[in-house]
């Protein structure tokens, strides 16, 4: 698959200015980066777990990665917002902005076999029997929370028959010493769990926290069941994933993570779990949810540990733009003409689909709309647009809605079906699917939808048209000295 944007240099090593070697393979190496380009604000020592550390880290939001040594004179280090920018993302996969798409993509095509080592930095320390609040400084983030919950865990686990791996990231809530609450929503772990209960056999885990950006991307892959993502982190990077394995389990991680959580999913167990933060920026409620029992906790020597507060730029960009290339790629089997797709922001990079067409032929739309509808449970609003519209602009896609689209002959509804359980105007997650045709069409007259243009505009040097050294003044005793 040759997709737009994709630069064709797959497994090249480039090297910085600053000598920082990219793509960047581990946490560490990203967060030096940050900090040699002024990206990372370091916190005071003494920061508090509970609200003051994600309140800090949503102001910053976006602009600056955060990391606050010894919150409340734990010994530890917690980081936060490390992928919180879309151009953040490229660059740490040694990127262009243009070409993030069209590698996840590629990626997720062209998985790459990890490659095992026996010395890993994740196994430097082992913490048997641990008291998971003792080893871990884990924040506690939005108001109505539960409690301490850690956020950025990869969680690794194997399917029973076939052995092969899942990851992916679920809330997971600190509920005794060493228990925790997760919230398996209906995809691969979940699928797996049930495959070792069904048996009456508790479930090995691994929970990584601090693993690279390339493995946290391919966590969020909207891949087929049975493809381990750690694969596809290798493929992102170009360069096999260091992988060690458990000490207590067959499961393998990433070699170069800050910490590894070692436990199982407790086969009949369930016990309440939430309210949490979740990204649609409203609490997924409280119920009975699967639990793990933690056995051992093993880390580098002074470890970072990372924390995404829920509904944070960090939470809705990692999902959003893992989801955004699988579609993409998904919709163009079919709709070779799409050109690019997007999960906007007001959406929570979930829920609204932007997509942009070379519309060639009338209807067009309408099909593309039941396709992307379908391509993901959590897409609820789908608009098309015409080549002309800028779909990373909110404003522009409102306008092509504005002047483009009619309710009784552009719209598309679907009552009655899957969405996201996390959506409060769902009724348990069953919802209405909606589709805006939004392009022009084809039979329409030149000039009826000709967008106005003042020629010339776009060459415009500012610089070199604005008088620097002058005022109003001067021009009106220019004009009157005439
Ligand atoms: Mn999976």
């Known amino acids: 698959m040759n997709a737009e944007g994709y630069s064709g240099d797959h497994g090249k090593h480039l090297i910085d200015a600053d000598g920082s070697p990219r793509p960047f393979q581990d946490l560490r190496s990203w967060l030096l980066r940050l900090d040699q380009t ?83 930095p994740c196994q430097q320390t082992v913490h048997r029997d641990p008291d998971l609040a003792d080893v871990l400084p884990i924040p506690t983030h939005n108001e109505h929370d539960s409690g301490a919950y850690i956020t950025a865990g990869l969680l690794v686990v194997r399917n029973p028959r076939s ?31 049930e495959m070792a209960e069904a048996d009456g056999q508790d479930l090995d885990v691994a929970i990584v926290i601090g693993a690279g950006p390339a493995a946290l991307l391919a966590s969020q892959a909207i891949a087929p069941i049975d493809q381990d993502e750690l694969e596809i982190a290798g493929a992102l990077t170009g360069t096999p994933l260091r992988v060690v394995k458990c000490m207590n389990s067959e499961l393998r991680v990433p070699a170069d993570a800050e ?86 922001l007001g959406g929570v990079c979930r829920y609204h689909l932007y997509v942009r067409l070379k519309k060639r032929f009338e209807g067009e739309a309408k099909n593309l709309i039941m396709a992307a509808l379908a391509a993901h449970y959590d897409i609820k609003h789908v608009v098309v647009v015409d080549e002309d519209v800028n779909i990373y602009n909110p404003t522009e896609v409102e306008w092509a809605v504005a002047t483009r689209f009619q309710a009784d002959r552009d719209m598309v509804m679907i009552p009655g079906s899957l969405g996201s359980k ?13 589709g ?37 003044d001067a021009v009106l005793n220019e004009a009157a000295s005439q």
């Not at 990231?169 to 797996?192: D, E, K, Y």
């Open 38 to 120: 002024g990206r990372l604000a370091v916190i005071r020592s003494g920061a508090k777990l509970k609200f003051e550390i994600a309140a800090i880290a949503n102001c910053l939001d976006g602009r600056k990665a955060s990391v606050f040594p010894q919150p409340d004179s734990h010994d530890g280090i917690v980081v936060s917002g490390v992928l919180s920018d879309r151009r953040w993302m490229a660059e740490a996969l040694g990127l262009e902005s243009g070409e993030l798409l069209g590698r996840f993509i590629h990626a997720s095509i062209n998985p790459m076999r990890w490659v095992e080592v026996t010395d890993a």
């Open 422 to 434: 996390l959506d409060p105007s769902t009724d348990d997650g069953i919802g209405a699917k909606l």
């Open 259 to 344: 910490f590894v959580i070692e436990g199982r999913f407790l086969a009949g167990m369930r016990e309440p779990e939430g309210p949490f933060g979740e990204f649609p920026q409203y609490y997924g409620e409280r119920a009975n949810r699967h639990v793990i029992k933690v056995d051992l906790i093993t880390s580098r020597r002074a470890p970072v540990f990372h924390t995404i507060v829920g509904g944070g730029l960090e939470h809705l960009l990692l999902g959003g733009i893992p989801r955004e290339a699988t579609i993409l790629a998904d919709l163009r089997r079919n709709f070779p003409d799409v050109r690019d797709v997007h999960l906007s």
């Open 163 to 193: 052995g092969k791996q899942n990851v992916s990231i679920h809330r997971l809530q600190v509920s005794g010493r060493n228990l925790l609450g997760a919230l398996l929503l209906p995809r691969h772990t979940l699928a797996f769990q």
């Open 436 to 472: 805006f045709d939004a392009t022009v069409p084809l039979a329409a007259s030149p000039m009826r939808f000709k967008r106005i243009c003042v020629p010339g505009q776009q060459e415009v040097d500012l610089d070199a048209v604005i008088l620097r050294e002058t005022c109003l």
